[in-house]
Every structure is written in structure tokens, then in C-alpha cells.
């Protein structure tokens, strides 16, 4: 596979990789290519932005969830018929999972996808130390091609000629420079960024912003250049139709939650599905019902209690969720469905599936896991090993006592029933796609 492509990284979390990342994709979606873009990490946010900035599906890359070796046939999936990828990475260049050495970092992706790198240093408080800055993280590890520099929140010119004069023995061109604007500002909450899907108008004109930015402040020319340097890529892109087979006969459909609610869900997983022989229904929480012959339900992740008064006002949808279920429509809920099938949350009736009541709390719970199903259920026999991922301020409290969903280091997590399975774990299913093939088949079964 031959596609120009660079990965966007930065010295550490708070640099702007997001703004300069993103506007280099909508910059170069605007000046006539097709562009595809990628976020290292099992982010939901920025992909949402990316979206916005490529007219494309934004796509996560993340060695831990997806396994090392679909990373570089996922990225080859994701980057089909574009002509330039585009990848954002997360925190600081190389730090990944906590004790791993780097893995999953973005230094690991790079050299998974043998990509060039492009290091966005925040030059704010800095001068020529920057040149330092840089001249470490090249050698740091040289297996990582640092290709270029973009110096980001640079305040005037005297300023930017300093800079430049301490990055310039390193022999890494600067590729760009940005002066701080304040229009780049995007809501944002308890876990970040405020999802595009929530704030379409303000994403979209944010992402504007950022495209006007790169396009003042970087040499598009330059930058395209070294992505086409980029060497060939020997691998099999990752194709949906191979990992599972149509389930049974007829095509039945599954119901995906989505709007401004439901937006923590990843582009595979519908197509996992429609693979599994599924018709895909998307539908909107907050004023939707369920979709016609719905055999079964994908509730993702999201942000519920910011919205749990508008949820529980959609009373039909409620109602409809707590019959099938009862009646044996098969579910898997991850995070935010977990919430939307307690009895309440935050005094806001929910559907009452299951016995339990979900609140906000002050504390965050994030990060990796290695979970291993505690019960079987139609979608995991019981000690299927996982990787998955938390992340979420808010806390179940049960009514009864339940099976549980997970066995996790610190305990018991989520709550499983024969066709339900519900917790705070999100998966990427690329590296459990019986699970979508179960679901459908749990669909037809009913």
C-alpha cells in the first residue's frame, strides 16, 4: 500500500496536536484532497472532529484494544480512496500504557505504520530551549523520523526568530508557525472536549478556524512532501466481510444508539455488524423510538447525565426498551447504556432493565483494563479474556445483588443477564468480532 501520511504528535498532552491536526485536515480537504484521518488511543472525541474536518469517518488506532497487528490493516481500511492520511496522536509522543515502555504510544504507532512524524511544540513560555526540546525527543528513539516541526501559540515575531535560531542546529525543518487564536476554543466538560456531534455549529466553526490557521501558518507544499515519503506499506487492509461470515438467514435489524447522546461508538462496529448479516438502524434517544423490527440493541458510550432529563422525557422509547428486553431483545450496553438501562440517573427515571441507580460523582476513572467475563451470556462465555477501556466520572449503585459482567483487578464490574450485558467497558470489537456476530444471531434467535 503506497498513501502519503504523517502522525502529528507533540512533546506532551496541552500543545495543540488536536487544533493543528485538525486543521491540517480540513486545510487539505479544502485545497482538493481526499484525506483521512486518525487518532492514536481509544478517543471518541477528536475523531468526531476529524469527521468534521475530512467528510470522512474518523478512526482510532489503538495497539492495546485492537491488538498490534491490526493496527497498520485498519489504518490501510480507513485510508481507502484518500490520498493523504492524517494522524493525530495522543498525550506526549512516546508515553503509552503505564509500565509498558511506550506501548501504544504514539511513537509505537508510528513505527507500526512506518510513518513520519511532525513534533507540534508549544513555544509559549519557551525560546531557544525549544531547539533542546526537539534535539531530545529526535533522539530519544531513532527508529522514530521526526520529519518536521510545527511551533504552535508563537507570540510575535522576535519571538518566532528566536525559536527558529534554537531549532535550527537540529537540522528538523520547521514546517510551520502558529500565533495563538482565540477562536479556537471549543466547549468542553468533565472528559474533555464537548463531542462534535453535540455542538455541530461551533465544531464546524472551529474546525474553520483551525483550517485558516494552517493555512496562514503552515507550508501545506512542505508538509504533503514528507508524507509522501513515507515508504511503502506491505499489508492486507482489514476488511469487515472477512472477520465474520452473515449469521442465519434474513437480515435483521440492529438498533445503534446515536445523536448527541450516544456519539462513544466506533466506525467498525457497524461494520462488524452489517458483515454479520445486520441491517443497521441508527436511532436518537432523545426522540426516537425504536426502529421497526428491531431484533437487537448496541447501546455505546456518551454523556447521559448531561442529558439524563431529556432521556427520561423520551417516555415511549423507555417503555418500548423495557418490553422488548423483557420480551428477550438481546443487548450489549457499554458506559452510557449501562446508565440508560439502570432504574434512574441522578433522579431521572431511566428504563429500569436492571436493578441498579447511576449518579455523577467528583471522581475519574480512566484507563485500560484487563477484564475477564465473570458470566456467561449470549455474547461472552464466561472467563473470555479482554482488553477493554473506562472512562466516566459516574458511579452504579445496585438495588439487589447481581451477576456481574467482569472480573476486573480492582473487583466485580457491569451486570450480566442471559441477553443482556451491560458496563462501564468499551471494546473495539475488531478484536472480538464473534461479539457483533453474537448479538445478530442472539437478534435472530428471538
Known amino acids: 500500500m503506497v498513501i502519503p501520511r504523517l502522525v502529528v504528535a507533540a512533546p506532551a498532552s496541552g500543545a495543540g496536536k488536536t487544533t493543528v491536526a485538525v486543521g491540517l485536515m480540513a486545510a487539505l480537504r479544502q485545497a ?109 528513539d531513532t527508529a522514530v523520523r521526526i520529519v518536521g516541526v510545527i511551533l504552535n501559540k508563537v507570540g510575535s515575531d522576535r519571538h518566532e526568530a528566536e525559536v527558529r535560531a534554537g531549532v535550527a542546529p537540529t537540522g528538523v525543518p520547521v514546517l510551520g508557525v502558529l500565533r495563538r487564536d482565540s477562536r479556537l476554543t471549543v466547549p468542553s466538560r468533565h472528559l474533555g472536549l464537548v463531542p462534535a456531534d453535540e455542538q455541530r455549529t461551533q465544531a464546524a466553526t472551529a474546525v474553520e478556524a483551525a483550517a485558516e490557521l494552517v493555512r496562514h501558518g503552515v507550508d501545506l507544499e512542505a508538509f504533503i512532501a514528507e508524507a509522501r515519503k513515507a515508504p511503502e506499506l506491505e499489508v492486507q487492509a482489514w476488511d469487515p466481510t472477512t472477520e465474520v461470515e452473515p449469521v442465519g438467514k434474513g437480515r435483521p435489524v440492529v438498533a445503534v444508539a446515536g445523536g448527541p447522546v450516544f456519539s462513544f461508538r466506533y466506525p467498525e462496529t457497524a461494520e462488524l455488524l452489517t458483515a454479520a448479516g445486520a441491517d443497521v438502524v441508527a436511532f436518537d434517544p432523545l426522540t426516537d423510538t425504536l426502529p421497526e423490527a428491531t431484533a437487537a ?45 439502570c432504574r434512574e440517573l441522578d433522579g431521572h427515571p431511566m428504563t429500569g432493565v436492571l436493578p441498579a441507580t447511576g449518579r455523577m460523582t467528583g471522581s475519574l476513572t480512566l484507563g485500560y483494563r484487563t477484564a475477564i467475563a465473570a458470566t456467561s451470556t449470549a455474547f461472552f462465555d464466561e472467563g473470555r479474556r479482554v482488553r477493554g477501556h473506562e472512562f466516566h466520572r459516574t458511579t452504579v449503585d445496585l438495588d439487589t445483588e447481581v451477576r456481574p459482567a467482569w472480573h476486573l483487578p480492582g473487583g466485580v464490574e457491569g451486570i450480566a443477564q442471559p441477553r443482556v450485558h451491560a458496563s462501564y467497558l468499551h471494546l473495539h470489537w475488531t478484536a472480538t468480532p464473534d461479539v457483533p456476530a453474537r448479538l445478530v444471531a442472539a437478534g435472530l434467535d428471538r
Open 32 to 140: 482538493g484532497h481526499t484525506v483521512a484521518g486518525f487518532k492514536v488511543g481509544p478517543d471518541y472525541i477528536d475523531p468526531g472532529f476529524h469527521a468534521v474536518a475530512t467528510g470522512r469517518p474518523g478512526r482510532n488506532l489503538d495497539p492495546m484494544l485492537q491488538g498490534e497487528e491490526r493496527v497498520a490493516p485498519l489504518f490501510a481500511h480507513g485510508a481507502a480512496n484518500a490520498d493523504l492520511a492524517v494522524v493525530e496522536g495522543v498525550m506526549g509522543l512516546y508515553d503509552g500504557a503505564l509500565g509498558t515502555e511506550g506501548y501504544a504510544s504514539t511513537a509505537h504507532v508510528s513505527k507500526l505504520l512506518r510513518a513520519p512524524v511532525v513534533l507540534v511544540v508549544d513555544a509559549s513560555a519557551a525560546g531557544r530551549s525549544v531547539g533542546a526540546v526537539v534535539n531530545g525527543f529526535v533522539a530519544f
Open 297 to 341: 440493541l448496541y447501546l455505546g458510550g456518551g454523556f447521559p447525565e448531561l442529558h439524563a432529563e431529556a432521556l427520561s422525557a423520551n417516555k415511549e422509547l423507555r417503555r418500548q426498551v423495557a418490553t422488548e428486553i423483557a420480551a428477550g431483545l438481546p443487548v450489549v450496553a457499554e458506559c452510557a447504556g449501562l446508565l440508560y438501562l
